[in-house]
């Protein structure tokens, strides 16, 4: 009963260092692939530098620091309504709230100009983020575990 117990014991703190080092890896790869996902948004260079991964012990995430990143991913106005989030429920997020519809509407640019936009296209590029990592959670498992 000993050894059984001890060989239990064993077994048990291989999972848990393997669960710590799938979290490691998965947050790390989805770093990266939330990086090949948002590459190809135009933007300052500020939202690509904003994405980071964080994880301790069984807990990893991937994160979008920048302040308007939900605007990117959801999209906004009568543009965002036309080329949706795929999963707006995961945030409740509503299109056009401000009932400027069609018309669009002015906001001031950080050029010190005004500019005018009927809002824009919904580019999930976190939620594109997280599918690739559903994916590749178990061959990274295994991975680990071989």
Aim: proline letters at 4%; charged letters at 25%; glycine letters at 10%.
């Amino acid at each position: 009963m000993r050894k059984a117990a001890a060989e239990v014991r064993a077994y048990k703190a291989r999972i848990e260092k393997l669960a710590v080092e799938l979290t490691a890896e998965l947050a790390a790869q989805g770093k990266q692939i939330a990086l090949v996902e948002a590459a190809d948004i135009r933007d300052t260079g500020k939202l690509l530098s904003s994405i980071v991964e964080e994880h301790s012990g069984n807990y990893g995430y991937v994160k979008c620091k920048c302040g308007y990143a939900v605007y990117v991913e959801f999209g906004t106005g009568v543009v965002g309504s036309r080329k949706p989030h795929p999963d707006i429920s995961i945030a409740g997020w509503k299109y056009d709230v401000n009932g400027h519809g069609e018309l669009g509407w002015w906001y001031p640019g950080k050029d010190g100009k005004y500019h005018w936009t009927k809002g824009m296209p919904s580019r999930p590029f976190m939620y594109n983020t997280a599918q690739q990592l559903r994916k590749i959670v178990i061959p990274t498992a295994r991975g680990l575990m071989s």
